[in-house]
């Protein structure tokens, strides 16, 4: 497959290299200052020192020539777009399915947001499933009859997609100690023009695309770190009692340790990508190969499964691995120091893990032997009723989400334009997202209610400045 692809790397590597040189000083954010030599390498040395609107889409700069050149091919095929069959590029798109590429969700290798008013969602999906109290020995999201597990809202000609969804905010507001008034808006979803009904008690759960930068890091970190950081049973009585969820690994045909998806419902970075190729765009792999509408109206009846190469899984996969960590800026500003303290001081630190160290990751040796500031336990935290999608998912129960890193959190709007946070995109700055934490949180949101303005601004910049 290499060797299709090597005019086309040696243009990338030619144009990237222009563009970096291109990059003025007022676009790249420099090197560690003197004083603080190694919190700026948020990614260890797959850092990159870019606050621009390219930081999330950047090579890790350890990585080898040969490393670079998979890197790029992986780059070539996450931005390809899928079409119907018959067709000689790219064909398996459909029948239904909810977006055409995998950087239309992920746009620059970043955050999505929820649709604004009238607008398809194309950056956030809906997981659907049943209740499921008897349990199937794994604990797996039970399919929806007609929907399977996912609500894809769109399909090819002919082809009914399965619904859309609509989304009504309620505003509400939160009043500090100090009197400042925070305005929070919750979301209603309604599944609006399913081609067939849905059950009464379906269980429905919003996500939002995440930034796709440093998962190979996150994949890096040992299982037995991970596991030293669980409390599920509050031993210490902190409050905090992080859990892990174990999940189905296709590969080992068993439960392994989860790590990715807001439910960390997904064991490794290979098994991630599959299931976004079959859930989000109907393409099946040799990993996943049954079709996202198997037993439906929709399915096209086609024996041409798996549509989507092993080789461009792989590449897919190490280009996700392997995509650069932004570093953190302005680690000498005073309001950005007290900041930090004030997030240690709120306890904030009991899941945002700010220091990780990373192991071996086989064939990725960028990613290796690491130390790293993600800010995350990578573990499963009861947030309360107010976040709670009431929507198992393995041994993640309804309330429960697994702790999003914070690193590059700053250049979200830098990279695409919005501040838009949480799982569901409802919290519109870094202050509503923390207002809105609650169960193992609420000690930290009533810390920082009760904080000055002046304090909740040093925290903020702190939490921007990642």
Same mark, same amino acid.
């Given at each position: &497959? ?7 790397? /040696? ?7 222009? %563009? ?11 090197? =560690? ?21 390219? /930081? ?10 040969? @490393? ?14 899928? +079409? ?16 055409? $590429? ?13 649709? !604004? ?6 950056? &956030?999906?809906?997981?659907?499933? #049943?209740?499921? =109290? ?6 797996? =999201? ?37 009197? +400042? ?34 998962? @190979? ?12 950081? /669980? ?41 991630? +990508? ?6 989000? &765009?109907?393409?099946? !792999? ?7 509408? $198997? ?49 240690? &001081? ?7 893990? =700010? ?27 009861? %947030? ?21 890193? #914070? ?39 009533? /810390?920082?209610?009760? %904080?000055?303005? $002046? ?12």
């Amino acid at each position: &497959m290499k060797s299709n692809y090597l005019l086309y790397t /040696a243009f990338l590597v030619g144009f990237l290299c222009i %563009m970096i040189t291109a990059c003025g000083s007022e676009d790249l954010i420099g090197s =560690p200052t003197p004083d603080n030599p190694t919190k700026a390498l948020s990614g260890g040395e797959t850092t990159v020192f870019d606050a621009t609107s390219h /930081a999330f889409s950047t090579p890790a700069p350890n990585l080898s020539a040969e @490393g670079l050149t998979e890197h790029l091919i992986g780059d070539r095929e996450f931005e390809a777009v899928f +079409v119907t069959v018959p067709a000689e590029v790219n064909p398996g798109l459909g029948p239904v399915y909810n977006n055409i $590429s995998c950087i239309n969700c992920h746009a620059r290798d970043g955050r999505g947001r929820a649709p !604004t008013s009238g607008e398809k969602f194309t950056s &956030m999906l809906f997981r659907v499933s #049943l209740p499921n =109290p008897n349990g199937d020995g794994t604990g797996a =999201p039970v399919p929806v009859p007609g929907f399977g597990t996912q609500i894809n809202n769109r399909a090819i000609f002919g082809v009914s997609p399965e619904g859309e969804v609509r989304i009504n905010y309620t505003e509400g507001q939160i009043t500090t100690t100090d009197g +400042v008034i925070v305005h929070l808006r919750t979301p209603k979803y309604t599944v609006i023009d399913p081609y067939q009904p849905l059950p009464d008690d379906v269980e429905l759960s919003p996500r939002v695309a995440p930034v796709v930068f440093g998962l @190979g890091l996150l994949e890096a970190i040992p299982e037995a770190t991970i596991l030293a950081l /669980a409390d599920e049973t509050d031993e210490n009585s902190d409050g905090i009692s992080g859990k892990a969820n174990f999940v189905w690994d296709v590969q080992k045909n068993g439960l392994s340790l989860g790590r990715f998806g807001w439910k960390a419902n997904q064991p490794t970075l290979l098994q991630q +990508v599959a299931s976004a190729y079959n859930d989000d &765009m109907g393409v099946t !792999t040799s990993l996943l190969p049954r079709e996202n509408s $198997s037993g439906q109206p929709q399915h096209d009846g086609r024996s041409d499964d798996p549509e989507l190469s092993d080789e461009i899984l792989e590449a897919v996969t190490f280009y996700v691995q392997t995509l650069a960590v932004p570093a953190r800026r302005d680690l000498d500003d005073p309001v950005v120091q007290r900041g930090e303290q004030l997030f240690e &001081m709120a306890g904030c630190t009991g899941c945002h893990i =700010p220091t990780l160290q990373t192991g071996v990751l086989p064939d990725v040796p960028a990613v290796s032997n690491q130390t790293i500031y993600p800010y995350t336990d990578l573990l499963l935290h009861d %947030m309360g009723p107010g976040l709670a999608d009431n929507r198992p998912d393995f041994l993640a129960d309804g309330s429960e989400w697994r702790t999003p890193p #914070l690193w590059g959190v700053g250049l979200i709007k830098t990279v695409n334009g919005h501040t838009n946070l949480l799982h569901d995109g409802r919290a519109r700055g870094i202050l509503e997202a923390i207002l809105w934490h609650g169960g193992e949180a609420d000690a930290s949101r009533e /810390a920082v209610q009760q %904080m000055s303005t $002046s304090e909740r601004d040093a925290l903020v910049a702190f939490v921007e400045s990642l």
